[in-house]
C-alpha cells in the first residue's frame, strides 16, 4: 500500500517542488511573496452594471469608471450614489479615485468622504485629498458581487454637480 501511494504520490510531489523552485531563490521568493500579497489585476465592469441614483446630462454614472480622466460622472443631491454590480463575487484589493472635472475643478462639488456598501454587508469609508490627482486606497473586500459608493461629504460650491473623473477597481490575483 505504502509503495502504491509513494508511486502515485512522488510524482506529483516532484512537480509542485520543482515549480516552486523553478527560477531559484528569486523566483522561490516571488512565489512565496504572491501567496502572502497576490497581485493586483485591473477590474473593468461592465458598463450595463453601473448605475447612479442621479446623473447630469453627459456626465452618465458609466463615465466614472471609462478608463478616461477627461471624462466624469456628476450626481446631484446631498449624497449622491454610484452602484457597481459584478457578473460573479470579486475581491476587491484596491481602488484609485480621482475626483472633480479636469477641465472645472473649482467649479463643480468634490467628494470629500465617500461610504463603500458591498453586498456582503460590510462597510468602509475613504477621506479624499481636495486634488484630482489619483488617490490610491486598499479595500479588502471579498467575495462581494456588488458595491455602492455614496458620497457622504464634499468640498466645493454648494448647489453644483458632486463630479468623479474615474474609479479604477483591482482585484486580488
Do not use: C
Not at 447612479?52 to 458609466?62: L, V
Amino acid at each position: 500500500m505504502i509503495g502504491i501511494l509513494g508511486y502515485v504520490g512522488l510524482p506529483s510531489w516532484r512537480g509542485y517542488v520543482g515549480d516552486f523552485t523553478s527560477g531559484g531563490i528569486p523566483g522561490m521568493v516571488d512565489r512565496v511573496r504572491e501567496l502572502i500579497n497576490p497581485p493586483l489585476l485591473p477590474l473593468h465592469p461592465d458598463p450595463g452594471s453601473i448605475s447612479a441614483s442621479s446623473e447630469s446630462t453627459g456626465h452618465e454614472a458609466k463615465k466614472a469608471f471609462d478608463g478616461f480622466v477627461n471624462t466624469d460622472w456628476q450626481g446631484t443631491g446631498a449624497s449622491p450614489t454610484l452602484t457597481v454590480k459584478f457578473k460573479q463575487p470579486v475581491n476587491l484589493g484596491a481602488t484609485i479615485i480621482r475626483i472633480g472635472n479636469g477641465d472645472a475643478f473649482v467649479d463643480m462639488r468634490r467628494p470629500a468622504t465617500l461610504e463603500l456598501d458591498y453586498s456582503d454587508g460590510t462597510t468602509a469609508t475613504l477621506t479624499l485629498e481636495d486634488t484630482h490627482d489619483p488617490q490610491t486606497f486598499d479595500l479588502g473586500a471579498s467575495g462581494v458581487d456588488s458595491m455602492t459608493i455614496k458620497v457622504t461629504s464634499t468640498n466645493g460650491p454648494d448647489g453644483t454637480p458632486v463630479s468623479i473623473s474615474e474609479i479604477e477597481l483591482f482585484t486580488k490575483g
